[in-house]
């Protein structure tokens, strides 16, 4: 039978009642994962990444003309004060030394402290709130639109359909989010006037109204839907040849019941990659969107800090961010153990 849900014969992947399903239960493959190690094998490869991009971070900021005296400097200081302003930030201890002090503190929480004497944990308590419900919205919006597409594109192999949706996301794939983000501010904020082009914050800091957050979510999630979009449906295409569809098909169970129990769950783990990788694009694309939006997130923040030379609060950012990130991969390698029995 031609279409998605076809291929040749194959013994079907076997559920906890003996039938041919792909879902499977969590609670014997966390198991699984657990006992062989590899959940912290992955964690730690993780964390080691995590630690040489930290490292990045210091020697990049390092390498800048400049250091954080002279850059939080007032005018006319002299040389004596800006020697003593260094020895104030540690700036004369090996930058090496510095780095170390920095990462001893790090599994406790501390931050360190930024160039204007502020602790750089309280200095993002407020703003990456803010940064992760943008960065969540946009993740969602991305999970939604994408499946709905993916699966409709997947579902309908070279018909005007599939056609028409590749296309459309492969277009908006190539749209950066500074783009996409001046485009929705020219026709929905200044020419309709339906949306306020800049954020507004409340006493707490956070968006005023929900309408504020409409046009950022939007901008940061429109590129992320084409790559996801074209995830789902090769992933979908790809699971629609393994011989086990065939042999569903046969058994005659309903077309609904194949694509929740045996295609769909094949097909997840590479969705689930796809999304863990769109979330650190929507952390870094959120710099440029909160920027262009005035939104009262990181990128702020971020920005400052790097005008600064202040490699304790870029370091900072780079660590809470990296955090979040491998939380979302380590929950995309769960979602392909639980998928594949319990291999990593």
Same mark, same amino acid.
């Given at each position: 039978?031609?279409? #998605? ?13 003996? !039938? ?10 966390? $198991? ?17 990444? *995590? ?13 800048? #003309? ?6 939080? /400097?007032?005018?006319?200081? @002299? ?14 201890? #090996? ?5 170390? %002090? ?9 931050? !360190?402290? @930024? ?16 940064? *992760? ?28 359909? %599939?056609?028409?949706? @590749? ?7 190539? *749209? #950066? ?6 485009? *929705? ?18 006493? %707490?800091?956070?968006? /005023? $109204? ?10 940061? $999630? ?28 046969? %058994? ?19 969705? /689930? ?37 202040? $490699? ?27 998928? @594949?029995?319990?291999?990593?």
């Amino acid at each position: 039978m031609a279409g #998605p849900l076809s291929g040749t014969v194959r013994e079907p992947a076997t559920g906890v009642d003996g !039938g041919p399903t792909a879902v499977r239960p969590l609670r014997p493959v966390l $198991s699984a994962v657990l006992r062989t190690g590899g959940l912290f094998a992955l964690l730690a490869r993780r964390m080691l990444l *995590l630690a040489a991009l930290l490292a990045a971070v210091f020697a990049a900021i390092e390498l800048l #003309p400049g250091d954080a005296a002279t850059a939080t /400097a007032e005018r006319g200081e @002299s040389p004596a004060d800006l020697g003593h302003r260094r020895h104030l930030l540690g700036l004369d201890r #090996p930058v090496l030394t510095r780095f170390a %002090d920095w990462m001893t503190g790090l599994p406790t929480g501390d931050l !360190g402290t @930024s160039a204007h004497g502020e602790a750089v944990a309280g200095l993002l308590a407020r703003p990456f709130p803010n940064t *992760l419900l943008l960065g969540g919205l946009a993740l969602l919006v991305t999970l939604v639109v994408s499946l709905g597409l993916g699966c409709l594109a997947a579902l309908k192999p070279g018909r005007l359909t %599939d056609r028409a949706v @590749s296309a459309t996301a492969t277009g908006i794939l190539a *749209l #950066p989010e500074f783009v996409v983000a001046v485009a *929705l501010v020219l026709v929905f904020a200044l020419w309709a006037d339906w949306l306020p082009a800049v954020t507004l914050t409340g006493a %707490d800091g956070a968006p /005023a $109204s929900w309408q504020m957050l409409v046009l950022p979510v939007t901008a940061l $999630s429109v590129p992320q839907i084409g790559w996801n979009t074209r995830i789902v449906r090769a992933a979908l295409a790809d699971e629609a040849k393994a011989p086990h569809m065939e042999t569903a098909l046969i %058994d005659g169970l309903p077309r609904h019941r194949i694509f929740t129990h045996h295609l769909l769950p094949g097909a997840l783990p590479t969705i /689930a990659a796809g999304l863990a990788t769109s979330t650190g694009m929507l952390l870094g694309g959120a710099v440029v969107v909160e920027t262009i939006f005035n939104y009262p997130g990181i990128g702020g923040v971020l920005a400052g800090a790097v005008a600064d030379r202040d $490699s304790p609060v870029v370091a900072g950012v780079v660590a809470v961010t990296g955090a979040v990130i491998t939380g979302v991969l380590l929950l995309a390698d769960l979602i392909r153990a639980w998928a @594949s029995g319990g291999r990593i």
